[in-house]
C-alpha cells in the first residue's frame, strides 16, 4: 500500500491485527509495571499517526492511553506514565493532540505529542531527559512506520540496551522488499539494519530464502548486538495474501 497522503486514512484488516497485538500487549504490560513499584514508566510511538483512522477506529497512541487508562481505572496506580508520541506530519499531529484533550487523562499521566519532528531527531534529543536520577525506567518504543526510512537500529539497540525496556518494530518488509536494491536507499538500509550485510540478500532469487534471511538478519542484530534476550516475530499479510510486515 502507497503511504497515504491525507491527514487521517481507512484502516485496513492488517493494521486491525497489529492494534489487537498492540493492545493486549500493552494492557498486560501497563498491569505488571503499574503493580509492580515502578515509580514511572515511558512509552514511545516514534511515528504516531493522527490517533484516530477515517472509520473512527483508535491509532496506535490512542490505544497505549487506553490500555493505560483502563489500568487506572481498575486498579488505581501510583506510577507515572509518560508519552511521548513522535509524528512527523504537523497535521496529523494536531488531530492527535486534539483526541488526547477529549481524553481527559489523570494527573499522573504525562502526554507529549510532538509535531513536525522525526522520530530519530526527537528521540536523540529526548531520550536522555526522561530519567530520574540517573535511572531509566522501563520503557516501551513503538517503530511503525511505513516504510524503512527513519528508524535506525542504532535507536532499538541503545533502547534495548537497558533493563526493562523492550520495542516493538513493525519491519515492512513488502516495502523494504521492493526497495532493497535501489542505489539511492543504500544509506537508508544501513541505517535501519545497523549493518551491511543486508546486500548480501540482494540476490536471493528465491522469496522464501530471500524474507528469511533479511528477518534472520534483523532477529540476530537484535539477539547479538543490541542484547535482546527475548524476541518473537511474526508475520502480518494484506488482503491479497503477501507478507506485509
Ligand atoms: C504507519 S503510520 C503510523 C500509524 C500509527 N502508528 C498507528 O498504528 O495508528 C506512520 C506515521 O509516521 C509518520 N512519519 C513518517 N516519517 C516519520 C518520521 N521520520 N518520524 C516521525 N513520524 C514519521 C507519518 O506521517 C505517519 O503518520
Redesign the pocket.
Known sequence: MAAPRTTTWDIEPH?RA??EILKRYLQAWTAILASGGFREVLYI???????RYSGGED???VIALRAALGQHARAGTETRFRFLF????QE?AQVLEEIIEDLNVPENFDVDVLGG????VAFRELFDLYKTGGSRHPTFL?I???GW??APFSIVREVMGYRSCEVLV?FMYEEINRFIGHPDQEKNFDTLFGTGEWREGIDLSDAGNRRQFFHDLYLRKLCDEAGAEYVRSFEMRNKKGMVDY
Do not use: C, Q, V, Y
Open positions: 493494521t497489529k492494534h510511538d516514534g511515528f504516531a499517526g493522527p490517533g491509532g496506535s497512541p513522535i509524528e512527523k506530519n496529523r519532528e522525526t522520530f530519530e513503538f511503525d512506520p511505513f526510512i527513519g513493525t
